[in-house]
């Protein structure tokens, strides 16, 4: 099964800050998906939309407070909303074409979603 990873490396924080300090600190963040593909589930939560980082797994040694808990943290509405919409577009520009297990699988995503809390 093919590892895939999705980085925001723009996310901000509510003062509109970067949460991460910037690309010539990137090769941290590519050590931690190196030992998630090597197999290291210690470095990991488990989350309905994929594995976290779990805090304190990137190596952050030298660099400026890192708002972990922000950087980690798991927006549950902003998925759900993602659902929501995805849905959506499949109802709307797709219809009846649409393969009912597609929907039948948002509709689980969504039920993880909304059972889902971070630390469980």
């Not at 901000?12 to 590519?30: A, M, Q, T, Y």
């Not at 090597?38 to 990137?58: A, F, Q, W, Y």
């Amino acid at each position: 099964m093919p590892k895939i990873f999705h980085v925001n490396w723009f996310r901000k924080d509510e003062e509109g800050k970067f949460l991460w300090p910037g690309f010539s600190e990137n090769i941290r963040v590519l050590d931690w998906i190196i030992r998630r593909c090597e197999g290291d589930r210690s470095i990991v939560v488990s989350t309905p939309i994929g594995l976290l980082p779990r805090k304190g797994s990137i190596n952050t040694n030298g660099l400026p407070p890192i708002k972990e808990s922000e950087l980690f943290s798991f927006p549950k509405q902003y998925w759900l909303n993602d659902t929501c919409e995805s849905r959506k577009f499949l109802e709307d520009q797709v219809g009846v074409d649409t393969p009912a297990i597609i929907f039948k699988l948002l509709e689980e995503q969504e039920n993880a979603l909304r059972n889902f809390q971070l630390g469980t």
